[in-house]
């Protein structure tokens, strides 16, 4: 199995970075079509899906993600790095 760990440093607060995940990845038909679950526990955004399951943490400037892929996960871990990248990219300073 394999992993993917990232850290993001952005220029926005968490309620804003909660705002723009809720509004812009979340609702991403793509991203609702492999979640088969995602929740807010505070900071804490935890997700599993058909790839894997994990979380995307935020404090206040910075992104924090760990997910663990299963075998199916794992074929797809550089189309998932590179859809985060293209993502999150968008709240760096």
């Known amino acids: 199995m394999s992993s993917?760990?990232?850290k993001f440093e952005t220029k926005y607060t968490v309620d804003e970075m909660k705002h723009f995940i809720n509004t812009n990845i979340l609702t991403n038909s793509?991203?609702?079509?492999v979640l088969d679950t995602a929740h807010w526990n505070g900071n804490e955004l935890f997700a599993s899906s058909k790839l894997g399951k994990g979380y995307i943490?935020?404090?206040d400037y910075?992104?924090?993600?760990d997910?663990?892929?299963n075998m199916f996960g794992s074929?797809?871990?550089k189309t998932l790095e590179s859809t985060l990248d293209d993502k999150f990219k968008q709240l760096k300073p």
Request: glycine share 0%; charged share 35%; aromatic share 4%.
């Open 4 to 6: 993917i760990k990232k």
């Open 30 to 33: 793509v991203i609702k079509s």
């Open 57 to 59: 943490r935020l404090s």
């Open 62 to 65: 910075l992104i924090e993600i």
């Open 67 to 69: 997910i663990e892929l």
């Open 75 to 77: 074929f797809a871990k």
